[in-house]
């Protein structure tokens, strides 16, 4: 029997496999409460109005982001040198939280408008180089064989974490009038304050688990020689050039899942926006839109994994991506009331029905794309590689923002509605996703892990 014969015949470690996932069921707060449905527009909105506080924390994501960009593949290199990736996943989970819960103390008066974006920035920095080591330990939980599955669990966890935490705090602490949970108040925003405070509680629950559990492999490697920061770059370089000359299916995989991932992300990102302006949502609306979403995209993605593993990641990403294109160009035309087939189908209809499949796609979409780099990864280099992964990402994150930017930018210039313009934000997605489909075709499923060089 072969090796790898050998260990997929293994079962695995249903425990440790829980642990790793409720970890994302907790991290899920990071975006789900603080970025995207909560903190983050109480601080575009209460601290910093009339258009400041989302042009701070705007600008404070993109530092926070080009600091990503830089630095972290040798943040992952490092961290696989001293076989500590579970010391630093500790590390820099301790700090999410902290800065999590330190936004308590952000008050809605704009004197706080620069410690709520530097306390976001921070906290989304940290998030990333904690994720960095948590994606890597997909190689010491899973076989080549089972990965999929095993990544899709993970990927569903996070989408079904976010949705408990959201309910939550947003029925328990936002939504109608005072008094709300622990009997608090709305004066000076204490009620949203504390939202911080339970996400943070929450993160650290879920997440202690796994920081106590004693990893079997990549803990234990021998510690490589001590090197400086500068030499880093220099092995980092080196391993960036080898895969140009070495294996151009890992670079072109690198490259394509960094294009096609901004258009996954857009699709969550402008959703609401879509949602609200075209297609007659109200915010309550779009809320529970939010939650439904969530559902079906972690049903998705623990779908999704299981194929991966029957078929490989690289056609789960093409089925996904293909469909997502699809779907956009189908909602393009659904801004108005359509007869289909007898039936009268209006904008909010269609937003449901399109925009829920929408989301069945992208969650297999992530967590292929994760479970393909696992595969990829050398054991002992995957925080490296997984590095890699995300300053490819951070590096072209701006290519749906700015397409779209362009498209509205002409047709507004060209006299049309406002709700026209606002249209090519669909466009803009549909284009990059094309463009990552595109890449994606001229790579195949790993065989063998990526080679690496380094000296």
Known sequence: MSTLSAQSAQALDKALIAKWSLWSWGNATVSALMVTFVFGTYIADAVGPGGQGAQYLTTANLVAGVIIALTAPVIGQRADKAGRRRLW????????VVLCAACFFVKPEQSYLLLGVSLM????????????????????????????????IGWGAGYLGGIVILAIAYFGLVAGEPPFLFGLSDDEAINIRVVALVGAAWFLLWALPLLFTRMKTADQFTADERVSVLESYRRLIRVVVGLWKDDRNTFWFLVA?????DGL??????????????????????????????????????????????????????????ALMALGAIMYFFDVEREILGMTITPTGAFWVFGLSLCLFVGPAQAASRAFVGRLAPPERAAELFGLYATAGRSVGFLTSGISAVLLTVTLGADAQVEDAEKALIIGIVVVLAVGLALILKVHNPTSTAKMREH
């Open 121 to 152: 920035a921070a906290m989304t920095l940290f998030d990333e180089f904690a994720n960095l080591n948590y994606n890597a330990m997909i190689t010491d939980i899973s076989d080549h064989n089972r990965m999929g599955r095993v990544s899709g």
């Open 265 to 322: 992300s857009a699709v969550f990102t402008y959703g609401a926006i879509l949602g609200v302006t075209i297609y007659g949502f109200t915010a309550g609306d779009i809320l529970l839109f939010g939650i439904a979403g969530n559902v079906v995209a972690a049903l998705g993605a623990i779908a999704g994994g299981f194929f991966d593993d029957r078929f490989g990641p690289r056609r789960v990403i093409i089925t996904c991506v293909s």
């Open 89 to 96: 996943l500790t590390i820099n989970t301790l700090l999410v």
């Open 257 to 261: 899942s960094a294009v096609y991932r």
